[in-house]
């Protein structure tokens, strides 16, 4: 079970543009297995959903915790690890 205050946030409206996605990616990066992370937007940050399933499929869930206009809340988890880094299908 996930503990709010430990979610690390990102509100991209306080970053500049250019610097917005390395952000958001560095953060990502680090999320341990199961952890999560809140980004804030003041639009729907839908390219940014498919840019992480482009890089990394099947890592990272995606929830809508707001949905605009004004403002647009997601929190992105990384998935459990299996607990198995081999090829066996286990």
Do not use: K
């Not at 199961?34 to 498919?50: E, F, I, N, Q």
Request: glycine content about 8%; some cysteine; proline content about 11%.
């Amino acid at each position: 079970m996930l503990n709010s205050s430990n979610i690390p946030e990102v509100d991209v409206r306080l970053i500049p543009p250019p610097h917005r996605h390395p952000t958001i990616f560095g953060v990502l990066t680090a999320l341990a297995p199961g952890g999560a992370m809140h980004v804030t937007s003041d639009h729907d940050p839908r390219p940014l959903h498919y840019q992480i399933e482009t890089r990394y499929p099947d890592e990272f869930g995606w929830l809508y915790l707001e949905q605009g206009p004004e403002v647009w809340r997601v929190q992105i988890t990384r998935a459990d690890s299996s607990g198995c880094d081999c090829c066996c299908g286990h």
